[in-house]
Every structure is written in structure tokens, then in C-alpha cells.
């Protein structure tokens, strides 16, 4: 998913801060919504972009090879246009728009001429696509059904394409349902709605879609789960084209005239049989391409595919008996990059748990021990290497991909270990550091990716009924983790939604989760969640929804959180201005400038800085700022760069322009101040002087 961290870290870094409270037993109070001591915010911000950096090369470990290329998840993957007033980016095929302004429930984009053109020139026609077709002469409405991930929108489009020439994609943002009343159908064209990961949905939809939109000029087809029935419109079960099909007809796009030696074709015939989705196919071919054109062995490029790997780590768990060694591979699937002594410790620990569970007499069977380090790492395909002077050994897997296939054989092929693991989980991420915290969580959500339903009754609501803040942590890397994979982001959305709705551990979990790339996928609706939380929770969520908003700062994103926080200090009275100073605050404090993440600064004027600036250096309570550090940010964040940019100097004039009361004193305190330090210009000193006594 396109999530890039934030800029690369320094060796003198500060590590990111344990919790401030640590349960000692379940009697304890509850620490979830205890405002944490009043620390630097500098030095906060630059512990958060450590772990950010952290979370992101897990995930990018966690999903090395599985993902695919920009472009084979279906034809909506290819688009690269813009959108006006707004930015279209990449989440691996799935579509987000970012603007700086409130967006509507779903965005509609229409297929360019070369898309049109290469859905055509790469079609593999099917029966449900004909019947489809058929149906939309006589129908204005139809339900296209099916498993996930298996053809179906390229069908529908196809068939929409067959009927009028021309076809869309309305694309629902987040986790909004969407409102066919927001949209403004053209007669003559054809319209694709997916609604297949929200299934509750579909009735109160295509009614709504019956009602307000669809006219006789018009054609829509809705996507919906394998086997709904629906007395609104008629339902076409998809059926999806041969994988070797499908092969042939894009291999003969991507490499005209290719010929593939009858050994090569034998291999990858089996290939295919082993791929359940026709993006799996179009990404095997790309790779197949890449490879015909470097010269490389096609043999080479498959054993680097996962469901060869996969096959090769059951092997390799077949042949190994010692208990340990087993649990070295569980051990290092989820912590690999780890210190070697957590890694060797948390093998240990699974061990002695299956040992307990499994010995079925009270003779003493203790588990085999005095392995060589050395076996274990050849098993795994593994070596440690030396932290320095005194620094241990960090144990990283050669290929890191093979942490994923690990896992997923573990789970899904020794069944009888489960409860097990699942257990061994809760407890690694319940006693570990924040660096194992993070691969737990991460771990499991990729558990969720092979089974939603039962990581969120084992893991997610295990950790949401917690009082502790760390499995609060755990369930939000969770959920981070599980939409990484594109066909549960907007699973990941829907669940948030439930939570933001739920008790306080559950809000308190949503917000942390929002600071991903499930956050950035939809800005607006974590902002507009945030909102409801800073201005009628009290006090309890601003800290946490302040760190997010952080995360989701980016130059594109920069114009929507301006709006939401200004919206808050006009409406959101206290609660409102509060909220807005401290998570402006930590916007000032961005430790590095990137121009993926500008600083305040840099960015073209917004309207609302002014008043953002004024609220975070005025807002007071109990006789204090809210962020005592502001003065200190506006300085040498900000006045800096007065002589350089037109913005800071425009900005900066209005701000001590605006100033009474008790900021009055305080703004000629702090001229006086900068001025005595000899931080700012006897020039600067004078101008601004004159413009707080002239308001």
C-alpha cells in the first residue's frame, strides 16, 4: 500500500516511549485515557517518527513479495490521471482521492481511451459477461455476484462497455456507504458500483439506486458477495475465465511472439493451477515478461514465487522433528530483525507450551535443548549479525519474504498448534518490548488477511476488553497490518467505523489504528471521526487523536487537516480549540522536511494558519497554555524563515497583528525575550513591536 514513512531516522534518534503506566495486575486502574507527563514535544515527534519508520519496514518485510504491481489488481489499478482539485494516488489498485475540502461518499472516474483499449485488447469474454449484456437492455439495474477477487469488475465493465461505448467507476470512499443522490449520472453511460465488502448495504443501495439515478438512458451494475439473492434487481453469478486463458492472452500484449521453452510452459502450467485470482495470473505474467526480456531462467523466477515457497517451508516442516527447532521458525516468522536472545527466548517460551498442552502422561519429557544456534538458523534460512561493541546479535531472514509464507503455513497447515499460538501471541505482545509489540501486532494482522472473523474474536476483542494501553497498541498495529492487503482495506474501514461508534477502548484503538495508511486511504473520514471524539469525549482522546492527525500529515493531505482543525477552533468551542492546538502543535514540530511531508512553512498559504497559529499560542487552561512549547515552535519553526518565504512573512504579520489581551502581553514578553537572546533582528524586533501595539 502506498504508505511511505516519514524521512529516514539518525543514529542518535530517540526510542519510542514505553507506555507511562505499566499494569502490575488486572486490579489496577485503568490506563487507557491518562494524559501522558508533558514531554517535548520536539522530542515526541521524533520518537514517533522512529516508530513510524519501524512499523513501515515490519509491514514491508511482512508483505515482501505478495503484493502486486501497480496496474494487475483488476483494470481500476491502471488509473493515473488527476482528479480536479485533488490528488488520485496508489494504495496497490485501490483508488483515493485526498482534497482540501469535505468530499462526498464516493468519487466517479471514467475509463480514458487507452484503458478502454487495453480492457479490450486483454479480455477473456465469459458467460456471465454475455448474459450480463444481455440483461442490460432490458434492465437499467443488475447485481453482478461472485467470489472475491475474481474478474469480476473487469467483466461488468466490459459488458458496460459493450452496451454504451463509455463507462465509469464510482468508487466509495472509506467506509462510506455510498448516496446515489450525490451523483450526477449522464444518460448513455454505464456505471460500476462495488459493494462487495459491504453486503448490508446492497438493499438500502440499489433501492436508493432505483430511486433517485438510474434513468431509462442509463445502465448500472452493482457488484455484490457470491450467492445474494435480491428482489430489487436481477443477480448474475460471475464465472471466472481459465487462469491459463488469461495467461496466454496477456503474455501475447506483453511479449509479442514470446515462445516459451515446453519446460517453462510445464512450470508455469502448474503455477496457474496453484493461483486463485486472475490479478494473480496478470501479475505472473508481468514477472514472466520481465524475465523473457532480461534472459534470466523462468525456473529461477518461480522459486522466488510464494506458492513455491510456501510448498518449500511445508517440506521443511515435515522433515524437522525436534520441537525447538519448529518453534525457532514460529519464532522468527514473527520477530525476525530482532535481538537474537528474544527471538531464541520467544522459541523457547512456544515450546514449552506445546510440550504442556501435548504430553499426554506426568512423565517428566522436558524439551530438547543444547541445539546449536547455527542448525536453527540453516533451517530458516537465517543468519544473525553482530550489533557492535556489545550490542548482540539481530537475527534477519536472508529472504524476508519467507517471514510471511512462514506464517502462513504455521496457521494454516498445523491446525492442532493453533490455540497454542494464539496464546503464545497474547503473551509475547503482552511482555515484550515496543520493537516486539510491533511485529506481534503486525503478525497478526496478517493472521486477519487468512481469517478476519476468528483473529478478531481471539486477538482483536481479547485486546479490546483490555485496560492495558500496550494491547490497545497490539490491536491497532492489527488492523494496520491487515490492510496492507488491498482486499481488506475497506474491510479494515468498516470495522474502524463499528469501533469509532463503540465503548472507549474501541474509540481509543480506532484512532491509533487511523494513524496507517488505512488513515491516509481516507483522511477525511478519520478526520471527521476525530472531530466527533476531541469535541464530546472530555479531555481523554485529544493526545492520542493529536499523534494521528501527525501521521496523516502530508503535503497533500495538509489543506484537509487545515480545514478540519480550523472547523474545530470556530464550532468545537474549549474541547475544539484544545483538541486543534495540540495536534497543530506537533504539525509545527515535524522533525524533518520532505516534500512529501513540508513544514508548515513551505506549504502555500491556507487560510486557517493564521487562526491556527493564534489558538495554539493563545488557548489556555487552569492558568496555562495547552502547548506551553508554542512560542518556542513559532520561533524557530517558523520565524526563521521570515527574510526566505513570502508565507512566513505574510503569516507572521497577520498573527501579531491579531493579538489582545493576554496575548498581547505575552507576544511583547517574547519580542523582548528573542530579542535580549539575540534571536531575532533589531529590524524584525521593531516591525513586529509595532504591529501587536498598533492591534
Request: aromatic residues 6%; negative net charge; charged residues 25%.
Amino acid at each position: 500500500m502506498s504508505d511511505s514513512p516519514p524521512e529516514e531516522s539518525s543514529s542518535d534518534t530517540p526510542q519510542p516511549e514505553e507506555p507511562q503506566v505499566e499494569d502490575t495486575s488486572s486490579e489496577e486502574e485503568d490506563e487507557t485515557f491518562q494524559e501522558p507527563d508533558n514531554k517535548s514535544i520536539r522530542h515526541e515527534m521524533t520518537a514517533s517518527r522512529q516508530e513510524w519508520q519501524e512499523r513501515r519496514q515490519s509491514l514491508d518485510d511482512l508483505y515482501a513479495d505478495e503484493l502486486p504491481s501497480p496496474g494487475t489488481r483488476d483494470l481500476i489499478g491502471r488509473v493515473s490521471n488527476r482528479v480536479k482539485k485533488g490528488n488520485i494516488w496508489f494504495a496497490q489498485g485501490d483508488i483515493h482521492v485526498g482534497q482540501g475540502r469535505p468530499q462526498p461518499t464516493a468519487t466517479i472516474h471514467e475509463l480514458t481511451e487507452n484503458e478502454i483499449e487495453d480492457l479490450r485488447r486483454t479480455l477473456v469474454p465469459t458467460q456471465s459477461q454475455t448474459e450480463t449484456r444481455r440483461l442490460l437492455d432490458s434492465q437499467r439495474l443488475v447485481l453482478l455476484g461472485g467470489a472475491a477477487e475474481t474478474g469480476k469488475a473487469t467483466t461488468a465493465l466490459a459488458a458496460l462497455l459493450d452496451w454504451a461505448g463509455r463507462a465509469s467507476w464510482i468508487i466509495p470512499h472509506g467506509a462510506s456507504t455510498p448516496n446515489p443522490r450525490d451523483w450526477k449520472l449522464e444518460s448513455g453511460h454505464g456505471y460500476l458500483l462495488d459493494l462487495v465488502d459491504t453486503p448490508d448495504a446492497v438493499d438500502r443501495v440499489t433501492t436508493s439506486l432505483k430511486r433517485a439515478g438510474v434513468n431509462a438512458d442509463c445502465r448500472m451494475i452493482v457488484l455484490v458477495p457470491e450467492h445474494i439473492r435480491s428482489s430489487i434487481a436481477p443477480v448474475i453469478e460471475h464465472d471466472p475465465p481459465p487462469n491459463r486463458r488469461i495467461f496466454a492472452k496477456h503474455l501475447s500484449v506483453q511479449v509479442s511472439g514470446a515462445r516459451l521453452a515446453s519446460d517453462d510452459q510445464r512450470a508455469l502450467d502448474e503455477e496457474l493451477r496453484a493461483l486463485s485470482a486472475p490479478w494473480q495470473v496478470v501479475e505472473l505474467v508481468r514477472q514472466v515478461a520481465v524475465t523473457v526480456e532480461s534472459g534470466s531462467s523462468i525456473e529461477t523466477m518461480l522459486n522466488r514465487r510464494f506458492h513455491r515457497m510456501r510448498a518449500k517451508v511445508g517440506e521443511d516442516l515435515d522433515k524437522r522433528r525436534p520441537t525447538l527447532g519448529r518453534c525457532f521458525m514460529t519464532s522468527i516468522a514473527v520477530l525476525h530483525g530482532l535481538p537474537e536472545a528474544e527471538i531464541s527466548g520467544a522459541a523457547l517460551a512456544l515450546a514449552e507450551r506445546l510440550d504442556e498442552k501435548w504430553r499426554r502422561d506426568h512423565s517428566p519429557k522436558p524439551v530438547q535443548l543444547w541445539e546449536k544456534l547455527p542448525a536453527w538458523l540453516s533451517y530458516v534460512d537465517a543468519e544473525a549479525t553482530p550489533g557492535g561493541p556489545g550490542g548482540g546479535r539481530s537475527i534477519r531472514l536472508r529472504r524476508p519474504e519467507l517471514a510471511a509464507v512462514m506464517l502462513r503455513v504455521i496457521w494454516e497447515d498445523q491446525p492442532t498448534i493453533r490455540d497454542s499460538l494464539v496464546d503464545w501471541l497474547n503473551w509475547l505482545g503482552g511482555e515484550g518490548s515496543w520493537h516486539t509489540r510491533i511485529k506481534v501486532g503486525h503478525a497478526v494482522g496478517k493472521l486477519a488477511t487468512f481469517d478476519f472473523a476468528l483473529v478478531n474474536e481471539r486477538f482483536l476483542e481479547v485486546w479490546s476488553r483490555s485496560r492495558r494501553s500496550r494491547d490497545h497498541q497490539l490491536a491497532a498495529l492489527a488492523l494496520e497490518a491487515a490492510a496492507e492487503d488491498p482486499s481488506m482495506t475497506r474491510r479494515v474501514h468498516v470495522h474502524l467505523d463499528l469501533m469509532i461508534r463503540s465503548n472507549d477502548v474501541k474509540k481509543a484503538i480506532a484512532i491509533r489504528a487511523y494513524a496507517s495508511s488505512v488513515g491516509l486511504s481516507a483522511p477525511d473520514q478519520a478526520l471527521a471521526a476525530f472531530r466527533t471524539l476531541v469535541l464530546n469525549r472530555g479531555v481523554k482522546f485529544h493526545h492520542d487523536v493529536a499523534q494521528s492527525i501527525a501521521y496523516l500529515y502530508r503535503g497533500d493531505t495538509a489543506p484537509t487537516i487545515m480545514d478540519h482543525l480550523a472547523g474545530w477552533v470556530r464550532d468545537g468551542g474549549p474541547a475544539g480549540r484544545r483538541g486543534a492546538a495540540l495536534a497543530f502543535g506537533r504539525l509545527a514540530a515535524l522533525p524533518v522536511s520532505s516534500s512529501e511531508r513540508p513544514r508548515l512553512s513551505e506549504l502555500d498559504p491556507h487560510p486557517s494558519l493564521v487562526m491556527l497559529w493564534r489558538n495554539a499560542l493563545s488557548y489556555e487552561e487552569e492558568g496555562r497554555l495547552a502547548v506551553p512549547e508554542s512560542w518556542d515552535l513559532l520561533l524557530n519553526e517558523w520565524l526563521r524563515h521570515y527574510d526566505e518565504r513570502p508565507t512566513v512573512r505574510e503569516i507572521t504579520d497577520q498573527i501579531f497583528s491579531l493579538t489582545d489581551g493576554r496575548n498581547t502581553e505575552r507576544a511583547l514578553l517574547y519580542l523582548r525575550f528573542w530579542r535580549h537572546q539575540g534571536e531575532i533582528s533589531a529590524e524584525l524586533h521593531h516591525h513586529l513591536r509595532q504591529l501587536v501595539h498598533r492591534s
